[in-house]
């Protein structure tokens, strides 16, 4: 499986973004893709994900704001991203679960600020 992340830059607080994660490859191996991030000096967290069943769950700081959707015929997986904070400042990346290994796509700077 291979995944390509994409969608990150700069954005004012208050702003949006959408990321996109185009997965290739296996994909019908893939029971869920996630999102997390990395902030500096941070470690990396889970920010939303989506199961292969079309179940989501989100991060407790992203909820409401935050909204995770795939398309089956592009097999890309997007985060909506809404109401962006400074603290949203982090290198984003997707991941696909499959069994027995996790696959991660490169990562994509999202920034908020003024």
């Known amino acids: 499986v291979q995944l390509q992340a994409s969608g990150g830059g700069l954005v004012q607080p208050g702003g949006s973004l959408r990321l996109s994660c185009a997965a290739s490859?296996?994909?019908?191996?893939?029971?869920?893709v996630g999102w997390y991030r990395q902030a500096p000096g941070k470690q990396r967290e889970l920010v939303a994900v989506i199961t292969s069943g079309g179940s989501t769950n989100y991060a407790d700081s992203v909820k409401g704001r935050f909204t995770i959707s795939r398309d089956n015929v592009k097999n890309t997986v997007y985060l909506q991203m809404n109401s962006l904070k400074p603290e949203d400042t982090a290198v984003y990346y997707c991941?696909?679960?499959?069994?027995?290994?996790?696959?991660w796509g490169q990562g994509t700077q999202v920034t908020v600020s003024s």
């Open positions: 490859g296996r994909i019908f191996s893939i029971n869920a």
């Open positions: 991941n696909a679960v499959t069994v027995p290994v996790d696959y």
